[in-house]
Structure formats: C-alpha cells, structure tokens
C-alpha cells in the first residue's frame, strides 16, 4: 500500500504501509484512498434525512440487531465473584475524590459519554459483512447473524479498553495535591484500580488466546501497546495529565515520519508542534487503533480478505476520531466548565492560531489545576477552534460513512449509519 495511508485518509501525514510487508499481505492496515469506495455521496444523503437519531435510541436499536447488549457488564460479568468483589471495595472509596469513583460512574453512564459501545460497534461491523460460506455451522450465532468468535472478540476490545481506563485512574502519590483526599483512601482506591486492570487485562488475554489465531493475536496485542504509548505522548502534568506541545512555525516543524507497517510503533517525528497532527496521532494511539484492529480483527474471523479488514480498520479509526472531535465540542456546547481538555482540538486549533496563550499551559506543569481555564475558554470561544473542530469531525463522519459502501445493504450497516448520525454536529 502506498503513502496516502493515513496521509491522505485520516489526514495527518503520519502513516505509510509498506506493500512488501508480509504481514500487511494478511492483515492490512490503513488503506491507500484507491482502496476506498468513493463511488457516489448516496450515503451523505441517507445520513441527511429528516429526523436525526437520538444517540441512546440508536445504540438500543442497534443493541436489537446484535441480539442483546454486548457490553461487558453484562449479566454473566455482574454475577462473577471477581466483579463482585470490586463492586464492594469501591463503596468504601464513596466520599474520596479518587479517580477511580469517577471511571466508574462513567462506565454505567447512559449517554452520549458511555464508554461501553465498542463491542457494540464491532459487531455490527461483523453482522454487516457476513461471513465467508466456508465457517462451520458450529461456529454461527444464526440469531444474532454474527460468529461465536466475534462475540468473544467484542467482549475482548471492552475489556481492554476498560482495563485501560481503570488504570488510569491511578494517583501518583508523590504529586498528590494535600486536598486530594485521605492518602489511605487513595492508597486503597490504586491498590483497586490496579487489580481490576490488571484482571480484566488478564481475562482479555485469556479470551484472545482462546480464538487461537496466530495473527489476531499479534494484531490485538499491537493495540494494547498502542494504548500504553499514548500515555506518554507529549508533555504531562505530575499527574499524567496530557498537556498540548508549544505550537511550532511550519517552517520549524520536523518532516513527517512515515508508519511502515500497522503492527509496529507509531514514529513521533513530525508530529510535536502541530495542531491537527498531534491531535490525530494521540487519539489514533489512545482509541482509534483499539477499536480500528478490532474491526478489522472481526472481518478476518469471518474468512474475508484483507482489502475488506482494511475497510474496517479505517472505519474504526474514523469513527473514533469523530467520536473524539465530539466529546471535546461538548465542553464548548454549554455552560462553562470548571475544566476542559488541554488536548483537546478545539484549544489545540486555537494555541496554533494564537501560541501566546501557551504561557496558561506553562502554569500546569506541576499541575491542570493551576490552569487559567476561563482565559481559555474566552480564547476558544473568540478564535475558530470550534469551527475547525466541527470541519475536523464532519470529515472523519464522511469518510467513516464512505467506507460504508463497501458493505452490503442491511439492518446493520443502517444501525452503523444511524450511530455516526447522531455524532453529526
């Protein structure tokens, strides 16, 4: 495959998968753009149509289409002594201010701000594909039209992605603000966010193996580190609270550095300095690349080629990235917030167009907290990071609604569409 990978389809000048490579032969990653259908804008008319989907009405019909919830709190989940066990200790962390009380209430969430639509999204994908005639009878969920495997698959990509956000609640101790609460309420809530990682973790590893597939294995476990090497992107706070790098002249910026193969490490080079680059590649990293390989791990399962595992890899990256330019518009949608992202896109737009406003960013390097916020915000509001921001998803939508078209018309392609709808700014 060629340059325009992740150049020219999610538009960051970041990315390059080498046609000799062996393993992008099997398991392909980002497409070049002749890969993508680009055949009409039927979709873009069928997304425009007069009542917008609701988002938790479309995550419930599309929940329907599956054959039940396929999040992993799920009946079988909340009846295991394991869980049981963690839902006890969190009740002696109620009253502390430990961010794992925080990662909790966000997985039970019902809204735009669940965190348990993953799997859902992987099976649609599944169920909109089909499965290559040569999968044995034994391996079929006829009712819910996908595979034994993919469901297992699906329980295995929220399982690490909750496992990583249960990690990341942690709490560096030796940072610790004097308000943050009790220190044995927060030695306590990271001894639980540690060992319920670390569980589901464990579980997610058990499952994989389990499908017994070589390359699923290695694709899976290239995510999983995806994930680590997010959390140490860029400047961080004492914390580990992201922070956006100091905007750079373009004339002052490194050259791009090209990603030669999907299962190897995301090169850095080039992407310090830049708004929309960085921006890209920290939630490629942290989101794009889990539920991306994960798609295209459900495509290989049901025997299809990689032209296909490509289409669902690029439309697992686009619809994360859409997703994110969603959640950062939400803070400029409302009320003013206490607190925002600081990587967020519409301040990262807005520090490229005005570097001066980094000197509030300096102030949190010990910590987010000492932030001006409000100064930002006003920054936000007056320049046109929100509008880019809004130009930022309506291009990851259209293209996530493109790949589409290499899917046959049914049920769940309609649910898929339905979900990347009620995103739409």
Known sequence: MSLSCLRNVLRCDLVKVSPSSALVAKVWGPCAVREVSTCNTQRAAVSQHNTKPDWNRAVSEAEKIVGYPTSFLSLRWVLSDEIANVALHLRKLVG????????????LYNGKNNMQAWGLIVLLVSKAAGHSPEIPDMEQDKAAGVLHSQRALAEVTEMIRTSHLVHKGLVNMNARRPAAGDP????????????????????????????????????????????A??????????????LPSRPLPEDQREPASEWECITSPLPMAGVAGCAHREWVARHVL???????KSCSAALKLAGHNAQLQTQGYLFG???????????????????????????????????E?????????????????????????????????????????????????????????????????????????
């Open 184 to 227: 044995d309420d927060m030695m306590f809530g990271n001894k639980i966010a540690l060992l319920s990682g670390d569980y589901l973790l464990a579980n997610s590893c058990t499952e994989l193996a389990n499908l017994r597939n070589q390359e699923l294995v290695e694709l899976m476990s290239s995510a999983v580190r995806d994930l």
């Open 229 to 242: 090497e997010a959390e140490f992107l860029g400047e961080r706070d004492d914390q580990n609270n992201p």
């Open 286 to 292: 942290a989101a794009g690349a889990l539920l991306g």
């Open 353 to 425: 167009a005005r570097p001066e406003l980094y000197e509030y960013i300096e102030a949190g390097r010990r910590s987010v907290h000492d932030v001006d916020y409000h100064a930002l915000y006003e920054a936000v509001l007056c320049g046109s990071g929100i509008e880019q921001t809004k130009r930022v998803q309506r291009e990851h939508i259209s293209r996530a609604v493109r790949v589409l078209d290499a899917f046959p018309h049914c049920d769940a392609r309609t649910a898929l569409t339905n979900i990347i709808v009620a995103m739409h700014p």
């Open 317 to 351: 990256c686009h619809l994360a990235l859409a997703w994110q330019a969603f959640l950062d518009l939400e803070s400029f949608t409302g009320p003013e917030p206490s607190s925002f992202s600081l990587v967020g896109a519409p301040l990262a737009f807005t520090l």
């Open 96 to 107: 502390s201010n430990h961010p794992l009380l925080k990662t909790a209430k966000n997985l």
